[in-house]
């Protein structure tokens, strides 16, 4: 018998104060049986970062051809796709053939181990941005996770705040790799 994913239910207040956005959003998140938590966590952080009443999170691993996260605009035509881990070179280009932007979130401890081999190659995709996420912070993130969260985020000069409604905190710095 397959495993089945477990459900979460999330409550997440955004102020990102570099982008002057406001908001609350409520999500269902399933975590894959491959998936860790932590992993479903910095899909919330990654959500939190690009925050937008039309963002939402994919079918994720179910789906191959989709990313984690992405945004249509009001025609239905892709603005952003968001990609989490070391997503392979092609999928990335493919990616950027169909958003106006793409947007991967590292959290690896030596992303340039994925990167260096494929930079030359996405030099082209200017839509392209790989974002790195320290994996000794992101770790944190595991000790926020109940069946439902109601969590509260802070953003400003990339960093972000993470509590939950107990007062435990994450905290993780956002480097800009490309």
């Not at 495993?3 to 982008?19: I, T």
């Not at 998936?35 to 179910?62: K, P, W």
Request: hydrophobic share 35%; aromatic share 8%.
């Amino acid at each position: 018998m397959a495993l089945k994913s477990v459900v979460y239910k999330a409550e997440l207040d955004v102020s990102d104060l570099d982008r002057n956005y406001y908001a609350s959003h409520a999500f269902t998140l399933a975590c894959h049986p491959s998936e860790t938590e932590t992993r479903m966590m910095i899909g919330l952080v990654a959500f939190a970062l690009n925050a937008h009443e039309r963002l939402g999170f994919s079918r994720g691993l179910a789906e191959p051809d989709e990313p984690e996260l992405w945004q249509r605009d009001l025609s239905g035509d892709l603005e952003l796709w968001i990609e989490l881990g070391h997503p392979d070179e092609r999928r990335l280009a493919k990616a950027c053939g169909r958003s106006r932007s793409v947007i991967v979130y590292t959290y690896s401890a030596s992303p340039e181990l994925w990167w260096n081999p494929i930079a030359g190659r996405l030099r082209r995709c200017g839509n392209l941005a790989v974002r790195r996420l320290d994996p000794s912070q992101t770790r944190s993130l595991s000790g926020l996770v109940k069946r439902s969260m109601r969590l509260s985020c802070t953003i400003q000069d990339g960093e972000v705040w993470l509590r939950d409604e107990n007062g435990q905190e994450a905290r993780i710095e956002v480097g800009t790799i490309k």
